[in-house]
């Protein structure tokens, strides 16, 4: 299992889909913040999802998610998929992605590298605990995020 690239270009500018869920009911949103690394001696990725998301129930309620990027063509649809909510409309109707199950959780054909993982914890980033600016900037009138971290079970190639 290799990955190799610059990780901090990868999610903060290139972006991702985070999926979670089965073939026949899942969502997906992009992400910018993300990580990954070592934890408890296993490959981790972790990710960040606001509670108000539709997304992150979907995060609560399934073992395994997945974190695919793609192409630069593909900037476009990581757009709307970060600013359009799956709880309001069908965002695969118009996406020009294919959904595919893999290791009991979603990702797409058109994806360049899915990252599978398998949740090992979730918490809930406190604001009492971030320097007042950072609160102020991202939390202001806004839900908080949970962090989820996952073992990374496999990383799947175009």
């Known amino acids: 299992m290799t990955f190799e690239t610059d990780i901090f270009s990868q999610f903060d500018k290139r972006w991702a889909l985070l999926t979670a869920g089965t073939i026949d009911n899942f969502n997906m949103m992009t992400i910018s913040w993300?990580?990954?690394?070592?934890?408890?001696?296993?490959?981790?990725?972790?990710?960040?999802?606001?509670?108000?998301r539709y997304t992150h129930d979907f995060m609560d309620d399934n073992d395994c998610f997945t974190i695919s990027f793609y192409p630069d063509q593909y900037k476009k649809m990581l757009g709307a998929m970060g600013s359009k909510s799956g709880r309001d409309m069908d965002k695969m109707a118009d996406s020009g992605i294919t959904a595919m199950e893999?290791?009991?959780?979603?990702?797409?054909?058109?994806?360049?590298?899915?990252?599978?993982?398998?949740?090992?914890?979730?918490?809930?980033?406190?604001?009492?605990?971030?320097?007042?600016?950072?609160?102020?900037?991202?939390?202001?009138?806004?839900?908080?995020?949970?962090?989820?971290?996952?073992?990374?079970v496999d990383i799947l190639k175009a």
């Open 102 to 152: 893999v290791s009991g959780s979603v990702s797409f054909e058109e994806a360049e590298v899915t990252i599978v993982c398998r949740k090992l914890f979730r918490q809930e980033l406190s604001v009492e605990n971030m320097p007042s600016d950072l609160a102020e900037s991202f939390y202001s009138g806004d839900a908080p995020h949970d962090m989820y971290i996952g073992e990374v």
């Open 34 to 52: 993300g990580g990954l690394g070592t934890l408890w001696n296993k490959p981790v990725a972790t990710v960040y999802v606001r509670t108000s």
